[in-house]
């Protein structure tokens, strides 16, 4: 069992940056880690993924603005946000994927909320 726990949410204005982290209760080196992001009447949406080798993977809507990387010797992941956009605003949650499994851990969340 891994517990996930994000923090870095909060207000900022649009254009503006924050930077979320991810930081799990184990080794997160065979852990597949991705970012995905929900808000108010739609389904949660991947934002960007990180492989076990560094490769990474974005959401259309974030590509040139969002940045995830990892940290294997602090078992944390980070995401970058840049240039950050009202629609941006959602809950963003920590996900884990065991490489070999079907297995997954859920952070519990932190509100990104973009707005004037």
């Known amino acids: 069992q891994v517990q996930l726990v994000e923090s870095g949410g909060g207000l900022v204005q649009p254009g503006g940056s924050l930077r979320l982290s991810c930081a799990a209760s184990g080794s997160i080196r065979s852990m597949y880690m991705n970012w995905y992001r929900q808000s108010p009447g739609k389904q949660r949406e991947l934002v960007a993924g990180?492989?076990?080798?560094?490769?990474?993977n974005y959401a259309d809507s974030v590509k040139g603005r969002f940045t995830i990387s990892r940290d294997n010797a602090k078992n944390t992941v980070s995401l970058q946000m840049n240039s950050l956009k009202p629609e941006d605003t959602a809950v963003y949650y920590c996900?884990?994927?065991?490489?070999?499994?079907?297995?997954?851990?859920w952070g519990q969340g932190t509100q990104v909320t973009v707005s004037s």
């Open positions: 990180i492989s076990t080798g560094g490769s990474t």
């Open positions: 996900y884990a994927r065991i490489l070999t499994s079907a297995v997954g851990y």
